[in-house]
């Protein structure tokens, strides 16, 4: 899976004990990242650091991370799907991941997996046919640093050290099925008002990544069935969200031109694998239904989810598809209180490390610029009735961190909105816009806060 490289971080002092009883007001719900990091720090926190070091254990003691180079000399821009396998006859297959071209790659195995197999899949059909490209290769005499392999070479096309795997199945029809289920779903239908989007979901996303994915709450999911005439809009919440935080912008979507596609991801991981594993997942779907383009709607954390799906398939060269960025009152220079989680905290949320200020992700979150196609449409909100908050901002979130300067300098549209944190999500002004954007590309130039 994807996303599952994230959990070889540390994870210090479990027997920490924290102070019971905490309860859960209707701003943690909303905004429970913050206050739960402001209680870490201030040593009042809850259970969940030790549902975090004992969710963690177990991935750690199973996966091993693959990464190398992927080759194909006859057809560099043709889709490639690398499997990993355990027995070869039948086919045990613990993942796979699908790449848009030629390039590095990286891919979660199981302790247990022995052999790599990658094919040019020239049929679009998920399976390995005769006489496509393809490559074996034997993990048993891998060198791995740790739980990381980084000099794989898979080069397609030369004669193959022994047959194909016989008659492996339409792999799309395996997610959620691999590394012992712990896995995405892809393209399910699903409504807003499914268990895996409630708030304990969400929550469990962020101290439970693991329990949160063997659970099926993960994933790219569809609320209608797939429509090739209308442009998909892939929604990315925050940590701590659902995608039931759009109700109200996705009920007000075009719908005669737009599909909505949803992300719900395990939001206490690391964003760098988040971003590239959305990359992989984006292969996947376009292998699968071919559409021409995407736009892509985030709030929140979940715009620098996308900041850095952008950065990622800038730097592979991938991702043409991709046309539009809306951000929505995202901290792109961090936020404050992750990183006293960072300092004080004796178990540390992978997603912390990141939101830190100063951090080396967001130190290189723009060193990437967007790619040529893409425009980036930044929305910030400035309302601040937060008894927690002083100065400008929106309750959560400060203005400076949302106005981050090279956030500014890349963005085609800048627009001000008088909401909160969460207030934004459902004012008509922003749908009006939102839609507007997405329907023209914002090319009418600058626009400011009216």
Not at 305 to 318: H, K, L, M, N, S
């Amino acid at each position: 899976m994807h996303w599952l490289p994230t959990l070889e971080s540390q994870i210090e002092h479990p027997a920490w004990q924290p102070f019971p009883g905490m309860r859960r007001t209707a701003c943690q719900r909303r905004c429970g990242w913050l206050l739960a990091l402001i209680g870490i720090a201030l040593l009042a926190g809850c259970t969940n650091l030790l549902r975090l070091s004992a969710d963690t254990r177990e991935t750690r003691e199973r996966l091993r991370i693959l990464e190398g180079n992927l080759e194909a000399p006859t057809c560099a821009e043709c889709p490639l799907i690398v499997v990993v396998l355990g027995d070869e006859s039948p086919p045990v297959v613990h993942n796979f991941r699908v790449f848009e071209r030629s390039g590095s790659f990286r891919i979660a195995a199981l302790r247990e997996s022995r052999h790599l197999f990658a094919f040019q899949d020239t049929n679009r059909d998920f399976s390995y046919q005769p006489g496509e490209p393809a490559a074996w290769h034997e993990l048993a005499g891998t060198r791995f640093e740790g739980l990381t392999a980084t000099d794989i070479a898979l080069r397609l096309g030369g004669p193959l050290v022994r047959p194909a795997p016989p008659g492996m199945l339409n792999l799309f029809e395996l997610r959620g099925a691999t590394l012992g289920r712990v896995d995405v779903q892809m393209g399910q239908l699903a409504t807003l008002e499914d268990e895996r989007f409630s708030p304990a979901a969400a929550e469990m996303g962020v101290w439970e990544p693991v329990r949160f994915m063997k659970q099926g709450n993960a994933g790219i999911f569809f609320l209608e069935p797939y429509d090739a005439a209308r442009t998909p809009v892939l929604f990315i919440p925050g940590i701590n969200g659902t995608p039931r935080d759009f109700t109200d912008l996705i009920r007000a979507l075009d719908r005669r031109r737009f599909q909505p596609w949803v992300m719900h991801y395990p939001s206490g991981l690391d964003l760098r694998a988040l971003g590239d594993g959305l990359v992989g997942l984006m292969a996947e779907l376009r292998l699968r239904h071919a559409f021409s383009s995407l736009h892509v709607v985030a709030h929140s954390m979940g715009g620098l989810v996308g900041r850095e799906f952008v950065a990622e398939c800038a730097r592979g060269r991938t991702c043409g598809y991709l046309r539009q960025f809306i951000s929505i009152s995202t901290p792109f220079s961090g936020e404050a209180t992750a990183g006293l989680g960072v300092a004080y905290a004796p178990v540390v949320v992978p997603v912390w490390r990141n939101l830190a200020p100063g951090s080396p992700f967001l130190d290189h979150l723009f060193d990437e610029p967007l790619p040529g196609d893409v425009e980036h449409h930044l929305l910030f909100s400035f309302r601040n009735e937060s008894g927690l908050r002083r100065g400008s901002g929106d309750g959560v979130i400060p203005l400076a961190s949302q106005l981050r300067p090279e956030a500014q300098a890349q963005a085609s549209t800048l627009r001000g909105f008088d909401d909160d944190h969460m207030s934004v999500l459902e004012n008509p002004a922003v749908h009006q816009l939102v839609n507007e954007l997405l329907g023209t590309g914002g090319r009418s130039g600058r626009v400011l806060r009216q």
